[in-house]
């Protein structure tokens, strides 16, 4: 099943999520190589495709995984929440409508 994760940041996350964006990242690349990844990106914090300085305020993920409970397990274990970037998660399941 799918699931949608939605990400809030904590304030003035930019700097944390720089430095950690490439474990980050390479966690995103396993989900993408095992063809379960939907999507993934962050929120820009204004509106602009690079928001500079302004940084995000979160991100959202919709991936394949066998429960909720696993998907709530996999972003417990992503480098930015353990490195304190997120300061809420939701995951919820997903059903894919369009495309």
């Keep these: 099943m799918l699931y949608a994760i ?18 980050h990242l ?7 190589s095992q063809g379960r990844l939907v999507l993934a990106g962050p929120h820009p914090a204004i509106d602009a495709s690079d928001p500079g300085t ?4 979160g991100s959202l993920v919709v991936a394949e995984f066998s429960s909720l409970e696993e998907a709530q397990a996999w972003i417990e274990a992503d480098p930015y929440n353990e ?8 995951v ?4 894919k409508v369009f495309p």
């Design 6 to 23: 939605i990400s809030e940041d904590v304030p003035n996350s930019l700097e944390t999520r720089l430095k950690t964006r490439p474990a």
């Design 26 to 32: 390479k966690r995103l690349e396993m989900l993408k």
């Design 54 to 57: 302004a940084g995000f305020t």
């Design 83 to 90: 490195a304190g970037v997120y300061a809420e998660i939701t």
């Design 92 to 95: 919820k399941p997903f059903k």
